[in-house]
């Protein structure tokens, strides 16, 4: 009986047939009904789960930057609120990235694109173009330039490229000054207030502990609660930090013996000139007060010619320069055989995080420079000792 009323429940279901006996019809009548309800019960439990899921994806942005460091700062402002994947590595020359599908895949599903907004990542026009992703386009809502209103280096007065990769809007290796870094923050914050206005109180108390954790890093957090991080950050971008805090006085002593942090660390190494690979810190090197004297590279982009590296190491001899900066994607040999010609010390360092094991935020990274950099200044008796 059970097989002759399950076999005509089959039929009735799967071809529609009603040409059953009246006691089989009833029965495959009544568990057609109880399966109906079994398939109408489960369907609704899927709609409300992927109802729940599709909202609760809606609600984490899908954030993706160029650079690594922007990532780190966009977790930091974003919190839980975010997911955010970054294109390039640490180690990787952000100028020389091939475009790889899984890139314009990524940006097809984001929210938010982060990069740096001058002509740093040309290869990124490709990858959004491939992406079909209209929302993050430069000046959509989904679009966030981080070096807006920051105060460019090195704007070309004239339109060559004899001048070698040519940056028309100035130099964009921005990441490399922590006061730039504030303004990128800034600048993520105000694009995720736009994709997410529910979570601006969220981004803009996050923003406030980030900018302070810069400022305390940079200065030291005496002085930041003596006279506020943006005056000091406003003082340094003039180049007037430090003959301000010499010439002033608090309770009878001059305010720069209240200066911390890492321009404290550096203020034995102002004014000393060093050589570097390629144009990659003039930020850096303005608000740290060193000079950069050269560049192995005789232009942005090419690469040494024996005759450029005899007159660099000429005038290296000549201006006893004894450090080499250079980032670590760069060909190493090449740097170390300039600075063995001249009994220099190459500090060669990630430019960005994620660029040698241990370095994992910004502040990892900026302590990679600085320590690299008062290390080689030790060995080479440009110091005579180096605080801790």
Not at 12 to 24: D, P, S, V, W
Request: aromatic share 8%; glycine share 10%.
């Amino acid at each position: 009986m059970f097989r002759e009323t399950l076999s005509g429940c089959r039929r009735y279901l799967l071809r529609g047939r009603t040409n059953m006996n009246a006691t089989k019809y009833k029965g495959a009548e009544q568990m057609r009904k109880t399966l109906f309800i079994i398939i109408i019960t489960t369907l609704g439990a899927l709609a409300v789960f992927d109802a729940g899921a599709e909202a609760a994806n809606k609600t984490t942005l899908q954030v993706v930057t160029t650079l690594p460091d922007y990532a780190v700062l966009a977790r930091a402002i974003g919190g839980n609120r975010i997911s955010v994947k970054a294109i390039v590595r640490g180690d990787q020359d952000a100028h020389f990235i091939r475009p790889k599908p899984s890139f314009s895949l990524a940006v097809r599903k984001a929210d938010v694109l982060i990069a740096t907004g001058l002509d740093l990542e040309l290869w990124l026009q490709t990858v959004i173009d491939n992406s079909g992703n209209r929302k993050i386009r430069s000046g959509q809502v989904g679009y966030v330039s981080v070096s807006y209103g920051m105060g460019l280096l090195e704007k070309p007065k004239v339109m060559s490229r004899v001048e070698g990769g040519l940056h028309i809007y100035g130099n964009p290796h921005v990441t490399c000054s922590p006061i730039n870094m504030k303004v990128a923050a800034r600048n993520i914050a105000n694009g995720l207030i736009k994709n997410d206005p529910a979570g601006k109180a969220d981004y803009m108390k996050n923003l406030g502990l980030l900018h302070k954790k810069i400022d305390e890093h940079l200065f030291g957090k005496k002085l930041v609660g003596m006279l506020g991080g943006e005056n000091l950050c406003s003082l340094a971008e003039q180049g007037k930090l430090i003959g301000f805090l010499e010439e002033h006085k608090f309770e009878g002593k001059p305010l720069v013996e209240n200066l911390g942090g890492w321009l404290k660390k550096m203020l034995p190494l102002r004014g000393t000139a060093i050589v570097s690979y390629h144009k990659n810190w003039v930020y850096f090197a303005r608000l740290f007060g060193l000079e950069e004297a050269g560049y192995v590279e005789p232009k942005p982009g090419i690469p040494p010619s024996p005759k450029h590296v005899t007159d660099l190491v000429n005038m290296m001899r000549e201006k006893d320069i004894r450090i080499i900066l250079a980032a670590n994607y760069f060909d190493e040999q090449k740097i170390r055989t300039v600075a063995a010609r001249v009994n220099a010390e190459p500090v060669i360092v990630p430019l960005y995080v994620g660029g040698v094991a241990g370095v994992d935020d910004y502040f990892q990274l900026v302590d990679y420079w600085i320590d690299g950099l008062l290390k080689a200044a030790k060995k080479k008796g440009i110091l005579t000792e180096v605080e801790p």
